[in-house]
């Protein structure tokens, strides 16, 4: 069993998916366990609900089962997998906010808090300090922060998965990384 096991975690994510769509459905339980936690926490940077959260990653693990045969084993399967998560949280945090507004006073508190969870970053100040100034950032440039600092996306990983070209990719890496520098200062006495 346990052989039987270190093989399978050497399996390459290419790896275990043609098995999949060959019939070996279990090969799927690798991709899960190999991405569950990534996932939970990309999640969670959109909805900052745990349970939320880990509703909304297994829901995209079982679409992007579903869709399998319309993934191409060439691109790495995280950046395909992230479209649709991201899209599932989308369509949760809009449908959320149609359905109970959030008023301008309670949006500045849950900045002014943090919302991410104090585990992630071992009740480290400084790491709450940043993801202070993260969450005072707007969407798309704490998306961009978070898959490249936090998630270690590669370039071409963040463009495949924003569906953007690199160049822009760099460019708004950038731009969002001055502006977290910016909020930062703003922090300053704290670090």
């Not at 649709?84 to 949760?92: E, G, V």
């Not at 940043?130 to 005072?136: P, R």
Request: charge should be negative; aromatic fraction near 12%.
């Amino acid at each position: 069993m346990m052989q039987e096991e270190l093989k399978e975690s050497e399996l390459s994510d290419r790896q275990a998916i043609e098995a999949c769509l060959k019939g070996d459905k279990e090969k799927y339980r690798i991709i899960v366990e190999r991405y569950k936690e990534r996932a939970y926490y990309m999640a969670l940077m959109f909805v900052k609900n745990h349970e939320d959260a880990m509703d909304l990653s297994q829901e995209a693990f079982y679409r992007a089962y579903r869709s399998l045969a319309d993934f191409d084993p060439g691109r790495p399967f995280y950046s395909w997998f992230y479209r649709i998560l991201k899209n599932l949280c989308i369509n949760f945090v809009n449908h959320h906010r149609r359905k109970q507004p959030m008023d301008d006073d309670m949006e500045r508190q849950v900045q002014a808090e943090g919302t991410f969870p104090d585990e992630v970053f071992e009740k480290n100040e400084r790491a709450e300090i940043i993801w202070q100034a993260l969450s005072l950032l707007d969407e798309k440039d704490r998306e961009i922060i978070v898959l490249k600092e936090f998630n270690e996306f590669s370039y071409q990983e963040i463009a495949d998965a924003l569906q953007i070209p690199i160049g822009s990719v760099m460019s708004r890496l950038y731009y969002a990384r001055k502006r977290l520098l910016k909020k930062l200062k703003q922090f300053e006495g704290d670090l």
